[in-house]
């Protein structure tokens, strides 16, 4: 199932990229937003619903992001928890990092092909987290896609109908969770008509994906 979702920046939205000897000094990712960077923020929107909000056992998530951790984990429940079952987890470090296979593979490109985005920069200041008051010295430039930039990206997802699941609830999720430090997006699938389709015989997960892929068709929070 190929899923083509359009995602827009409701805040300045940063993709940090360090390296560049000019321009600002948090520049934005000459890559775009890179597949690793949407598909991490999407296994953590699964993650978050799995742990404070889906309580009926339905699925599973480690928790974990650390190789080593999530290795302990996966051992302690007997396999694979459904989250990384889905988009995949380095293995632990004595294994050389080989990433396990994922059964959602995810595509970003702009909208327009060779598009350049309009970026902009803003000057911020630094706050110490655990004090809430200014760094010393900590004034600088931070490169951003504006709010209302449209981004689009495609999820193939191999398994059925509980892969299929898990993706929507990651896509709807991500409406309220945090993109990078502190941006926020919302999500609409293009093509909804053929996911509807494809959930015809998936039983009960069809009423539960239903529903929420008719929240999907459509931006939540306006064109």
Same mark, same amino acid.
Request: proline share 4%; glycine share 10%.
């Given at each position: 199932?190929?899923?083509?979702?359009?995602?827009?920046?409701?805040?300045?939205?940063?993709?940090?990229?360090?390296?560049?000897?000019?321009?600002?000094?948090?520049?934005?990712?000459?890559? @775009?937003? *890179?597949? %690793?960077?949407?598909? &991490?923020?999407?296994? +953590?929107?699964?993650?978050?619903? !799995?742990?404070?909000?889906?309580?009926?056992?339905?699925?599973?998530?480690?928790?974990?992001?650390?190789?080593?951790?999530?290795?302990?984990?996966?051992?302690?429940?007997?396999?694979?928890?459904?989250?990384?079952?889905?988009? @995949?987890? *380095?293995? %632990?470090?004595?294994? &050389?990092?080989?990433? +396990?296979?994922?059964?959602?593979? !995810?595509?970003?490109?702009?909208?327009?092909?060779?598009?350049?985005?309009?970026?902009?920069?803003?000057?911020?200041?630094?706050?110490?987290?655990?004090?809430?008051?200014?760094?010393?010295?900590?004034?600088?430039?931070?490169?951003?896609? *504006?709010?209302?930039?449209?981004?689009?990206?495609?999820?193939?997802?191999?398994?059925?109908?509980?892969?299929?699941?898990?993706?929507?609830?990651?896509?709807?999720?991500?409406?309220?969770?945090?993109?990078?430090?502190?941006?926020?997006?919302?999500?609409?699938?293009?093509?909804?008509?053929?996911?509807?389709?494809?959930?015809?015989?998936?039983?009960?997960?069809?009423?539960?994906?239903?529903?929420?892929?008719?929240?999907?068709?459509?931006?939540?929070?306006?064109?």
């Amino acid at each position: 199932m190929k899923l083509k979702v359009f995602i827009k920046a409701l805040s300045p939205l940063t993709v940090g990229y360090v390296g560049k000897p000019y321009g600002p000094d948090i520049a934005f990712n000459e890559l @775009g937003i *890179p597949s %690793s960077t949407l598909k &991490g923020v999407l296994r +953590a929107s699964l993650s978050l619903y !799995i742990s404070e909000v889906e309580n009926a056992g339905l699925y599973s998530s480690c928790g974990e992001v650390d190789p080593d951790r999530i290795r302990q984990a996966h051992e302690k429940m007997g396999k694979a928890c459904d989250v990384c079952s889905l988009f @995949g987890y *380095p293995e %632990s470090r004595g294994a &050389g990092w080989k990433p +396990a296979e994922s059964k959602a593979k !995810i595509k970003v490109r702009w909208i327009v092909e060779d598009f350049a985005p309009n970026l902009e920069t803003i000057t911020r200041i630094a706050v110490d987290d655990l004090t809430g008051t200014v760094k010393e010295g900590s004034l600088f430039t931070q490169e951003y896609l *504006p709010p209302g930039s449209e981004l689009s990206f495609e999820v193939s997802v191999l398994g059925g109908c509980r892969e299929l699941e898990m993706v929507l609830i990651a896509f709807e999720m991500l409406r309220f969770y945090r993109f990078g430090r502190e941006g926020m997006v919302d999500l609409r699938v293009e093509n909804w008509e053929d996911a509807a389709q494809h959930l015809r015989g998936c039983g009960e997960a069809n009423i539960r994906s239903f529903s929420r892929l008719m929240r999907l068709k459509s931006y939540m929070w306006g064109d």
